[in-house]
């Protein structure tokens, strides 16, 4: 009588954890073996926000920025767009973390073997933003520390409110980076896609002005894009900023994006995906 | 007794011959160039988003009622902020291409595998970046008018100079910014991944030479530090001679201190580049990556 051998991959969820862990140290490891790479995230956003620091000087009178309090409730236009350029962080780790990764392994030669893996492939892509999240926290914090130092950085509300809020901003986040990823696999190119996608979701949400400066017709998409309530509500809880909506109606909307995003970012990447494998680009390049 | 016929080489160098290589290296690199769509994409979408998000921050600057201008013509000599604005970004975009696409140019041969090869063909070696800088230059001069054209058509950027005096500027530019890329190309024969020196060149640009804002709102120890860099005065001249109606002798000052830095740059390029292929050639660095 023939035995059927067990199989030795048997997915549960202790195993998705393991892969999950496996990822993300493997990639811990490669990122900190370039360390020039952690210093450079930490300057860069400085280096970029000094000629804003010093465009404001040439708006201000006796160092305030009075037009720019008319628009946004607060004087101190360094830390509200400090506090966007931490958060931008985050945008652009998801993309980075999740589109770029993709071609990095399409390029690698591994992406067909690794999609092989016993694992959900949407769960292979949040295990890739895993160090990508932890690096840019630790980054983002240095940089508001030396940005602090350098040009000034004073927050006075509610922490740990401003914490809660960017959670569900940060996992509707996935959303748009299952629905990006897909169209890297379509599309095979990565760089210019990532660079642009996220600097224009950067650019429309507000990370560095507040979006009632955007001409009118700009304005809707700045809306349509739940990050914008969750930059405006986290500045409103932290600096006490105007907010566009009461800042509860923020968090609900903020809510609500999260389940619809991750429900249409899922959909899209496995129609896309399943569209590829029936193609049989995955390994191409 | 046989005597040893010489064959006279199929390769003889001469003027005709380099400006055929120039040709062919210039062909090469527009046919890649043009093989990537998101490239040609790229060269649309960024000159308007790029400069967008410091434009909007300046409008927030500004206030409803533009309260904020009233100082920043004090500061600028202008209240056209989205002018000044476009000038400076414009001008750190064409240094930031530059040092990417004419500083890796020869180390992209290197990932290709062809450099060596290139090296021991009869043209003249420079040659390899003056071909690429010229493709390059063509991509500039799109990039240059898309700027223009979006601005102007679409968000009515108000130029009260003239178009010819920003063609010279643009001209007067050219040694000390190409310069510097041939520097930066040179160095990177031996330095391979020079990221953190693009990282390091384009970051001294965009603090110091007033991208957004007037070199006179910096402190003292860094208006010193914005004279010594060109890119400072091809802002200058630019913003005088797009933005005011000042004319020739405005542009002057800035013009022939352009003319000094190209000058150095150019030689300072060229040695360099002589320096490090001797060494590369020494070391066996040329075919490694």
């Not at chain 2, 400006?19 to 769509?37: N, S």
């Not at chain 2, 450099?115 to 690429?132: A, D, M, V």
Request: hydrophobic share 55%.
């Amino acid at each position: 009588m023939m035995s059927i051998p067990v199989s030795y991959a048997q997915p549960s969820w202790l195993s998705h954890l393991r892969a999950l862990f496996a990822i993300a140290r493997k990639d811990w490891k490669q990122y900190w073996r370039y360390p020039l790479s952690a210093v450079s995230s930490v300057f860069q956003p400085v280096i970029w926000l000094t000629p804003v620091y010093f465009m404001g000087q040439a708006f201000s009178v006796n160092g305030q920025a009075r037009g720019f309090a008319a628009y946004s409730g607060t004087y101190d236009y360094m830390s509200f767009i400090l506090l966007g350029t931490a958060l931008s962080n985050f945008i652009g780790s998801v993309f980075w973390g999740m589109g770029y990764s993709l071609k990095n392994d399409m390029d690698a030669g591994v992406l067909e073997s690794n999609w092989l893996a016993p694992l959900p492939r949407p769960l292979l892509l949040v295990g890739r933003t895993l160090t990508s999240l932890l690096v840019t926290a630790i980054t983002s914090a240095l940089m508001l520390g030396v940005a602090g130092l350098l040009f000034g950085f004073r927050i006075s509300g509610n922490g740990i409110a401003a914490l809660l809020t960017a959670l569900p901003m940060l996992i509707g986040l996935y959303g748009f980076g299952f629905a990006f990823s897909a169209l890297v696999l379509i599309m095979r190119e990565a760089n210019t896609m990532v660079d642009i996608s996220s600097y224009m979701v950067q650019l429309f949400s507000g990370s560095n002005f507040p979006v009632n400066v955007l001409p009118r017709w700009l304005l809707p998409v700045a809306l349509a894009l739940p990050l914008t309530y969750g930059f405006d509500a986290v500045r409103g809880f932290l600096l006490k900023t105007k907010t566009l909506l009461p800042i509860p109606v923020e968090v609900a909307l903020l809510v609500v994006f999260m389940f619809i995003m991750i429900w249409l970012g899922l959909a899209v990447f496995r129609r896309l995906e399943r569209r590829v494998r029936m193609l049989g680009t995955l390994g191409q390049h | 007794m046989s005597a040893l016929v010489k064959s006279p080489p199929l390769s003889q160098p001469s003027l005709l011959a380099e400006i055929r290589a120039l040709g062919a290296i210039f062909y090469r690199e527009w046919k890649i160039f043009l093989r990537y769509p998101s490239w040609v994409i790229a060269l649309i979408v960024w000159p308007v988003i790029f400069p967008a998000m410091y434009i909007l921050g300046a409008r927030a600057l500004a206030g409803p009622d533009g309260s904020g201008l009233t100082q920043f013509l004090h500061a600028a000599g202008t209240d056209n902020f989205l002018g000044y604005i476009v000038i400076g970004t414009t001008v750190w975009m064409w240094q930031n291409i530059v040092l990417w696409d004419v500083g890796f140019a020869l180390r992209q041969e290197q990932w290709r595998g062809t450099l060596e090869s290139n090296w021991i063909s009869p043209t003249f070696r420079f040659s390899f970046l003056i071909g690429s800088s010229l493709a390059q230059m063509v991509s500039v001069v799109i990039f240059l008018v898309v700027t223009l054209l979006e601005f102007t058509l679409f968000f009515g950027m108000r130029l009260d100079g003239s178009l010819w005096l920003g063609l010279l500027v643009i001209l007067a530019a050219i040694p000390a910014i190409y310069g510097l890329g041939f520097a930066f190309a040179s160095l990177v024969i031996t330095a391979k991944e020079a990221q953190n020196f693009v990282f390091l060149v384009r970051g001294m640009v965009m603090i110091f030479c007033g991208i957004t804002f007037p070199v006179s709102v910096l402190p003292g120890w860094m208006q010193g530090v914005a004279n010594w860099l060109p890119q400072t005065h091809v802002m200058n001249a630019m913003r005088k001679a797009l933005l005011t109606t000042g004319g020739l002798p405005a542009l002057l000052p800035d013009l022939e201190k352009l003319a000094l830095f190209g000058v150095f740059w150019l030689v300072a390029g060229y040695l360099l580049f002589v320096w490090m292929d001797r060494r590369a050639r020494k070391t066996g660095a040329i075919g490694q990556f």
